[in-house]
């Protein structure tokens, strides 16, 4: 059986991360950002250009693909997360699809709109039918086949068990539910997005060292007590998302605690942010460092306070894969470029786990190469003021957005969802060749939806944190 590749938010295997203050925030201080609702609206300098106009459509024809495997129309589903050939079977991690549902309310046409609304009622029938009846959710459900009420949503046991609840899994369903509320003032979204985020309250609120959220519960039910950086940096994003849509000050109070602990995970010294606590809840442990924090704490709250750790993504991390490079997947003439999973990742040559294969140091992550892009194009830092050898933020992350269209025209060939062909150059891989997070887990070079649905949302300038304009949906429905 192969497993490699399952998302980072499936395992409780985090080495998490040192406490430092936050007083000082190295070489941004003239930096101009972007802020408030201006910054949540913006949108790509370069989307109309024709090359990646019809990458993003492509795009958006494989997340369909997707989403369309076992069922079409109205029927209420998830889509499967990867191809077939990741060895998942037709496993739907919440997290992806609730990545894909901010990718269509991007966009806004009304198909997608009315795809958003199908994956977020099939996210609320999870909700409601569950086991605890506490208004949480699973990490994952099998999508292949409909449960009693006919919903293309049911628990992924054997071989997987993905039956815990880890908060950054809950807040980003939370956080897509109210966004499609937001566009469709359809009030059980709305009511969905509030019942997690007690869920969260309830269950992973936390006084010891930094405060914040634990990370969760497992398969079993038991308290995980160490943080996630990440995890509260979603925290801070919902929380924030649900006192302005409820007019409830009291998220606001939870978002703040949240971000008390995003705050004290910072390294001034060295500009980026720690991953999180070790299994106590309260000691801060300097291992491995991960990309996601350093990019969606900017975008979750678009403070210049938290700018600076994109300096340290688009450097620390940047990684370009060759077919010359150790245990590459990639052949003839190709290079892709970007950023990869974490600090370890780059200095990794064995297997994660006795599932994966030999991983790549550098391998590029494309999921996290989206994000810095939407980064970039949030903050809109000029050339003035970026780092010697790069030339603005916008200009990064066009280069960025190219080396994810040429990952999606040219790998992941030949791929298959419910064992029927995926059509060529639509969807983005995971990762370039096999990559090693550091986390205990790998990613491989098959077809995935939150890469492909990143690509769509940095592609078009989007922040999938922060509410956007309401604005009339588009009369097509082409993918």
């Not at 409601?128 to 994952?140: H, L, N």
């Not at 019942?195 to 309830?202: A, F, K, Q, S, T």
């Not at 494309?366 to 003021?385: F, I, P, Q, W």
């Not at 990762?431 to 690509?455: D, E, R």
Request: glycine residues 10%.
């Amino acid at each position: 059986m192969n497993t490699y590749g399952i998302s980072r938010r499936q395992l409780a295997r985090f080495g998490l991360g040192a406490i430092a203050g936050v007083a000082s925030f190295p070489g941004i201080g003239n930096l101009p950002l972007a802020h408030g609702e201006e910054a949540a609206i913006a949108e790509s300098p370069f989307s109309e250009e024709p090359a990646l106009a019809a990458s993003l459509s492509r795009a958006y024809s494989f997340l369909n693909t997707m989403m369309d495997a076992y069922a079409q129309g109205q029927t209420v589903r998830l889509s499967q997360s990867y191809a077939d050939q990741q060895g998942l079977q037709s496993t739907g991690f919440v997290y992806d699809n609730s990545v894909v549902i901010l990718a269509h309310l991007l966009r806004g046409r009304r198909d997608d709109i009315s795809r958003g609304e199908t994956l977020g009622e099939a996210l609320l029938h999870a909700q409601q039918t569950d086991s605890a009846a506490d208004g949480r959710v699973r990490q994952a459900y099998f999508v292949d086949q409909p449960d009693a009420s006919g919903v293309f949503v049911r628990p992924a046991l054997f071989p997987f068990f993905f039956l815990g609840s880890a908060v950054g899994d809950m807040a980003w369903t939370a956080i897509a539910l109210a966004q499609l509320f937001h566009h469709t003032r359809d009030q059980r979204f709305l009511d969905g997005a509030v019942r997690l985020g007690h869920w969260i309250v309830n269950n992973t609120f936390d006084t010891r060292g930094a405060g914040g959220f634990n990370f969760g519960v497992d398969n079993g039910n038991n308290k995980l007590l160490f943080k996630s950086t990440e995890h509260n940096i979603d925290c801070i994003a919902l929380f924030t998302l649900l006192a302005q849509l409820t007019g409830d000050a009291t998220w606001s109070s939870q978002a703040d605690h949240a971000r008390t602990f995003v705050d004290a995970m910072f390294n001034a010294a060295g500009g980026f942010f720690f991953t999180g606590t070790t299994p106590d809840g309260i000691t801060v442990s300097p291992d491995n460092i991960p990309e996601d924090v350093q990019t969606w704490s900017f975008l979750a709250t678009l403070d210049k306070n938290h700018a600076a750790s994109i300096e340290w993504a688009k450097t620390n991390l940047a990684t370009t894969d060759t077919p010359q490079t150790i245990h590459s997947r990639l052949k003839g003439n190709s290079r892709i470029s970007g950023v990869s999973f974490a600090s370890q990742s780059l200095r990794a040559l064995t297997p994660s786990d006795q599932f994966s294969p030999p991983p790549d140091p550098n391998a590029v992550w494309l999921e996290g190469t989206g994000h810095v892009a939407a980064a970039l194009l949030n903050r809109r830092g000029s050339a003035k003021h970026d780092l010697p050898g790069f030339h603005g933020d916008a200009n990064t992350a066009r280069i960025l957005l190219e080396d994810i269209r040429v990952a999606q025209e040219t790998l992941g060939q030949g791929q298959t969802v419910g064992g029927k062909p995926i059509v060529n150059g639509q969807g983005v891989i995971a990762a370039s060749s096999v990559l090693n997070t550091g986390f205990g887990f790998s990613y491989s070079p098959n077809l995935h939806i939150a890469p492909t649905s990143w690509f769509a949302i940095a592609g078009q300038g989007g922040n999938p944190f922060q509410l956007r304009e309401r604005r009339e949906h588009e009369d097509s429905s082409e993918a």
